[in-house]
């Protein structure tokens, strides 16, 4: 394999070049390959699943830059080299992440507690709801979260009297701008 150090010409170079070669940068490297050919293999139901989530997001991206409003916010989120394209379009793809170690140990059954959880997304967690079920699954209790001034944590304060508390689950659901929605159920 032949090397060329220091090529002023190719330096930083990337892309196709007529219908024969490719420059790719890798490690502060430039490559030159053949171009690469379609796969005659049949995509995987994983492989379908995951161009149906683009397309999903690609227009869910396409539908925010349209709105000035909207577009505005993902451009204020959007890093060096980025656009608001790219930025609703990852917001999309990525749901919010609830705290691993969530715990509601202080949780008593009475009314006025607050329960808490940490919750970050990518762009912005647009609501969370919690719900209070006892040990047979009925539901006891169930309500909107308000956000915190530090804006990670997420507070809900209870408002059901619950003596039987013992064995029972609170559910945190977050949901961010596009809707994608992420589950924690935590024994009580």
Do not use: C
């Amino acid at each position: 394999m032949a090397k060329s150090k220091r090529n002023v010409v190719t330096h930083g170079l990337s892309g196709l070049i007529g219908d024969l070669l490719v420059f790719r940068q890798r490690a502060g490297k430039t490559i030159v390959a053949n171009r690469p050919k379609p796969s005659v293999k049949p995509p995987t139901t994983a492989m379908l699943k995951v161009r149906g989530m683009f397309r999903k997001a690609v227009i869910y991206a396409t539908n925010i830059i349209q709105d000035l409003t909207r577009k505005a916010e993902y451009e204020k989120a959007a890093k060096n080299g980025q656009s608001a394209f790219n930025v609703a379009f990852a917001d999309y793809l990525k749901g919010p992440e609830i705290e691993e170690d969530l715990s509601f140990a202080n949780y008593t059954g009475q009314t006025g507690q607050k329960l808490v959880a940490s919750i970050i997304d990518n762009f912005r967690v647009a609501s969370v709801n919690f719900s209070i079920r006892d040990a047979g699954g009925d539901l006891i209790e169930s309500g909107e979260a308000e956000q915190s001034e530090d804006g990670l944590d997420w507070v809900y304060t209870t408002t059901v009297d619950n003596p039987s508390f013992a064995g029972g689950v609170v559910i945190v659901k977050a949901y961010d701008q596009p809707g994608n929605e992420t589950l924690v159920q935590v024994m009580v």
